[in-house]
């Protein structure tokens, strides 16, 4: 079992920045490759990036591309989602999610699912 946590959401002005955090509890958090993911109303679950389990690899939804960083770190079992240059297209419920694999190509999300943390963009 992996117990996960993300904080860091809340109301922004379009341009602004926030950083999500997940915090991670349970299993070996850095045997784990880690992704983020986003669900606004009435719409798919997506993601959005991804972290291999030591940070050397790292992919991106191309719609966040040069805007959103992952990182993580492992000896704080956390990691973060920096969001800059923020949209009002951006606003979402957004989830951190352990991976059952992953690749610079694919990421295939596992059960391990945080709440989900509110990131509101106004315009």
């Known amino acids: 079992q992996v117990q996960l946590v993300e904080s860091g959401g809340g109301l922004v002005q379009a341009g602004g920045s926030l950083r999500l955090s997940c915090a991670a509890s349970?299993?070996?958090?850095?045997?784990?490759?880690m992704g983020w993911f986003r669900q606004a109303p009435g719409k798919e679950r997506e993601f959005v990036a991804a972290?291999?389990?030591?940070?050397?690899?790292?992919s991106y939804a191309d719609s966040v591309k040069g805007r959103f960083t992952i990182s993580r770190d492992n000896a704080k079992n956390t990691v973060y989602l920096q969001m800059n240059s923020l949209k009002p297209e951006d606003t979402s419920v957004y989830y951190c999610?352990?991976?059952?694999?992953?690749?610079?190509?694919?990421?295939?999300?596992?059960?391990?699912w945080g709440q989900g943390t509110q990131v509101t963009v106004s315009s």
């Open positions: 999610n352990a991976a059952q694999y992953y690749s610079r190509t694919n990421y295939s999300p596992s059960a391990y």
């Open positions: 349970g299993r070996t958090f850095s045997n784990y490759a």
């Open positions: 972290i291999g389990w030591n940070g050397g690899s790292t």
